[in-house]
C-alpha cells in the first residue's frame, strides 16, 4: 500500500529507486568530467602542459633555429671530409650555439642565439678564408668581432629584459586591446545592482584567458600580487582607491578575442540592470606599475 491508500508493487518501486539512482549516478559522472575538463583547459591556458602534437611559440622558434644549426652541422662536416680539418674553433661555436639554443625560455631568447652564434659562426675564421688560423691567435680583426658581437648581444638582452619588464607589468605597454567600462544600474541601489570586486575580477580573469598581455584596473597597471576588492563604497585596487560608475578597465591583446571573451558578462550585467561596455582600440597605452602603500 502507498500513502494514499493504493496499492504499489514492489518490484516497480525497486525499478524507480533503480532508475533514480542511475539518473544520480549520471549527474556526478558529468559533473566531475566537467570539473575535469575545466582544471584541464585551465592547466593548458597556464602552460603547466600542452596536448600531443600541440607546440608553443617557443618551441617552434627552438625548432627552427635547430634546422639551421644542422645546416651549420652539414657545412662542417663537409668541409671536414674535403679536407678542410673542420677547426676546433668552429665545433666549439656549434656546441655553444646547441647550448645556447635548449637554454632559451622565449622567443627573443632564441633569436638572440640564433642571432649572436650564427654570427660567430659565419665570421669563424678557419682554412676556407685562405690562412691558417692558429689556437689563441689575437688579431684586431678578431677583438673587433667579438666587441660587435658583445654589443649585438646587450642590445637582444635589454630587448628582452623589456619584453619581461611590459609582461610582468613593470613597463609600458603600448598595443592593440580594448576599453571595457562597467557602470552600476541606474537607479539601483540593492547589493547585486552595484558593481563590486567580484565582478572586476571576473572581468579580469576572463580577458587573461583571452590572451590579454596587460591589464590596467582604473588606472592601476596590475601584477601578479595585485589585489582587487572592496572597503565599503570604494574599491581599492593595488590598495589605491579608483574611480567607479563606470569602473574603466583596459587590457592590450587580440581585441576581438578579448572582447567575445566578456560577453557572457555583458548578458549577466543586462539582466541585473548594470551596463558593460566594451571598446575595441587600435592603440591602447598601460603604464607600468606604482609601487604600492
Known amino acids: 500500500m502507498d500513502g494514499r491508500g493504493g496499492y504499489r508493487c514492489p518490484m516497480v518501486a525497486r525499478w524507480c529507486r533503480k532508475r533514480r539512482g542511475n539518473y544520480i549516478s549520471v549527474i556526478v559522472g558529468a559533473a566531475v568530467f566537467l570539473i575535469f575538463l575545466d582544471t584541464l583547459m585551465l592547466a593548458r591556458w597556464m602552460k603547466i602542459f600542452s596536448f600531443p602534437g600541440e607546440v608553443d611559440e617557443v618551441e617552434a622558434a627552438k625548432r627552427g633555429a635547430a634546422t639551421i644549426l644542422s645546416y651549420y652541422e652539414g657545412l662542417a662536416r663537409g668541409e671536414s671530409a674535403a679536407g678542410g680539418g673542420g677547426p676546433q674553433n668552429v665545433n666549439m661555436a656549434l ?7 635548449d637554454g632559451a625560455a622565449t622567443r627573443v631568447g632564441v633569436a638572440q642565439a640564433l642571432a649572436t652564434y650564427g654570427r660567430r659562426l659565419t665570421t669563424v675564421p678557419g682554412p676556407a678564408a685562405g690562412r691558417p688560423e692558429r689556437d689563441g ?4 680583426q678578431v677583438v673587433a668581432r667579438q666587441i660587435d658581437d658583445l654589443r649585438h648581444e646587450i642590445g637582444l638582452l635589454r630587448a628582452e629584459l623589456r619584453e619581461t619588464q611590459s609582461r610582468a607589468g613593470f613597463a609600458e605597454m603600448v598595443g592593440p586591446g580594448v576599453v571595457v567600462r562597467a557602470y552600476d544600474a541606474s537607479e539601483g541601489y540593492a547589493w547585486n545592482q552595484i ?6 575580477r571576473d572581468i579580469v580573469n576572463r580577458l587573461c584567458a583571452a590572451g ?5 584596473v582604473g588606472g592601476e597597471r596590475l601584477i601578479a600580487t595585485s589585489s582587487i576588492r572592496c572597503a565599503g563604497p570604494v ?4 590598495h589605491r582607491s579608483i574611480a567607479v560608475n563606470p569602473v574603466v578597465i583596459k587590457a592590450v591583446g587580440n581585441p576581438w578575442k578579448l572582447a567575445e571573451a566578456l560577453h557572457p558578462v555583458g548578458r549577466d550585467f543586462q539582466r541585473l540592470g548594470k551596463r558593460l561596455v566594451i571598446k575595441i582600440e587600435d592603440s591602447i ?5 606604482r609601487r604600492g602603500i
Open 95 to 101: 656546441r655553444a650555439f646547441k647550448l645556447a639554443i
Open 137 to 140: 691567435e689575437i688579431s684586431p
Open 195 to 200: 558593481v563590486h570586486e567580484r565582478d572586476i
Open 212 to 216: 590579454s598581455r596587460g591589464v590596467e
Open 235 to 238: 574599491i581599492l585596487v593595488n
Open 285 to 289: 597605452t598601460l603604464p607600468a606599475y
